[in-house]
């Protein structure tokens, strides 16, 4: 059966849901995204996505077509409507159609789509086995902080991995680990440090990273905000990713290097437990 689709106010069958070949975010990339998980019909962290997405529209001078309880009710509506228990909702703001122009257009209306993607979260098989990442050069823009549909190099990325064989990629930028195609990259030291890159302009601010690191510390663990190179990864006791898709999966292999034991270590399994847990409660 054909989804339900959110198109500019409008509800339709996702083969009839079409957008403007003048569109900005078709043209330009000028547009912004957001995925929300959602689990048994309820909506994950949602007002964290919702304020990254004000930022991201904010930064790119782009109005938002709702406001923000009109733009709760829709994800609340595009589940119902699609019967999602498990899953994901993607949301894309472009800047709207306008003639081919770099600068921006004068006056446009903003085109907001909402679509959902059925998929396994709770009970990823990758989140029991693990995952394995290949390293790539950061060839990105500088404004990582923007969460914009500018994604051909984080998936250009992603196959050369996947050609690699490994599961994903992490990009590296001056030695040191950005994040990875989709996800923010962790690492943890033999004392049960968690280390996780510092935010700024170099990556997104992740919704599940800040989670993630109030579970931790909540649970008594030392955080440390800090960059740390493939090298150190290498020879951590742990490594894992998080995103609103991934919750916590661990890293079970760098390149060619096993890390730890080659399992899925205990404190990336404690948080994904807890984040888990704490986020389901919190589900609206």
């Not at 709770?122 to 989140?127: A, D, G, K, Q, W």
């Not at 990105?140 to 969460?147: A, G, L, M, P, Q």
């Not at 700024?200 to 599940?208: D, F, K, P, Q, R």
């Not at 991934?246 to 437990?273: H, Q, Y």
Request: net charge negative; glycine share 8%.
């Amino acid at each position: 059966m054909s989804r339900i689709v959110y198109l500019n106010g409008t509800w339709l069958p996702e083969a009839d849901a079409k957008v403007s070949v003048f569109d900005r975010g078709f043209l330009f990339a000028d547009a912004i995204y957001e995925v929300t998980a959602v689990i048994g019909g309820k909506l994950i962290d949602y007002h964290g996505h919702s304020a990254r997405l004000q930022r991201s529209l904010s930064e790119l001078g782009i109005p938002c077509p709702l406001s923000e309880p009109s733009l709760l009710d829709a994800h609340r509506e595009i589940v119902h409507r699609n019967g999602l228990d498990e899953g994901l909702i993607y949301l894309q703001i472009s800047r709207g159609a306008a003639d081919r122009d770099f600068a921006y257009p004068a006056k446009a209306e903003p085109t907001l789509v909402l679509f959902t993607q059925a998929k396994p979260i709770l009970n990823n098989p990758r989140s029991e086995t693990g995952i394995s990442i290949a390293t790539v050069p950061d060839w990105r823009w500088e404004r990582r902080d923007i969460k914009t549909v500018q994604l051909l190099y984080p998936s250009m990325a992603k196959m050369e991995a996947m050609r690699r064989g490994a599961d994903d990629a992490w990009l590296v930028e001056d030695g040191l680990v950005t994040e990875g195609s989709a996800a923010t990259a962790h690492i943890v030291k033999a004392d049960g440090t968690l280390v996780t890159r510092g935010l700024s302009n170099a990556l997104l601010h992740g919704i599940t990273r800040a989670s993630i690191i109030d579970l931790a510390r909540g649970a008594g663990m030392a955080v440390e905000e800090r960059a740390f190179s493939v090298e150190e990864a290498q020879a951590a006791a742990e490594a894992f990713i998080t995103s609103a898709t991934n919750f916590s999966t661990s890293v079970i292999k760098i390149d060619e290097v096993i890390i730890g034991d080659g399992t899925p270590g205990p404190v990336s399994r404690r948080l994904r437990a807890l984040y888990t847990e704490s986020r389901l409660a919190s589900a609206i």
